[in-house]
């Protein structure tokens, strides 16, 4: 019991920390690829302290896994730079609402590995996502920056779902931290030919707000949750993250200013119902 109520509140903590990271997205005025490359600097640091601290390797077992590695930071590289860029393009809420159609997708990508099929009920999940996306953006248009922003959601959803399945089945013998470690080393290195060598221009409250994202909201929610998920199943864990929605329109709306139309709240709430949906466990039949 005690483990439990140990692994609840470090989830329930990681995910009231994930949504607040959302709102630096408007809180940096740099664009999202810089945010990024920074803040995985930053999180490699810190990351890479904690791995020695626990004594754990730092080197893999096999070139394959750091082939795999790789690709893990790329797919995590594109997820991050997407995600952010969605939110500001739009909203913290349009961009995080996107991000939750990753529980859905997660669920036609996965069988494709296994060569079987969905099943009906996630079928009629990816329609209400669908639906609820369409009460957000009745009219997609690519002048329309709403439209714009779930359109680079829901690409960033996509790239957090493959990577999600590709390192549960192909890098689970590793811990959250050494996966971690590794992508956050390989995203760093896939972005440096990007950045801008004046980062001078980066003024002391920015590199304030990077280190902080990068420190106390990426590297510290990580552990937490990976920390939570030794002490609760998976299933568990993906419910709760589910709140993280709430919690970043809720912290968009007071920090920001940035309060929901009334499509936004209703489409909203059936993306993530569907994302609950799918979290919940299953009866095998």
Known sequence: MQHSREGLLAVHAAVLIFGFTALFSKLLTLPALEITFYRS????IVIAIYVAYKKQAFLLDSTRDYLMAGLLGVL???HWVS???AMQISSVAIGVIALYTFPVITVFLEPLFHGEKPHSADIVSSVAVLFGIYLI????????STALGVAAGVFSAFMLALRNILQRRNFSGYSASQALLYQSAVV????????DAETINIDERQWALLILLGVVFTALPHTLFAYGLLHLKAKTAGLIACVQVVYAAVFAALFLGEWLSLNVVVGGLIVVSAAMYESLPKKKI
């Open 76 to 78: 995590l590289a594109t």
């Open 83 to 85: 995600y952010f860029y």
């Open 137 to 144: 953006v009745p009219d997609f248009s690519l002048d329309d």
């Open 188 to 195: 760093v290195l896939a972005l440096f030919a990007f950045i």
């Open 41 to 44: 600097v930053v999180a490699f």
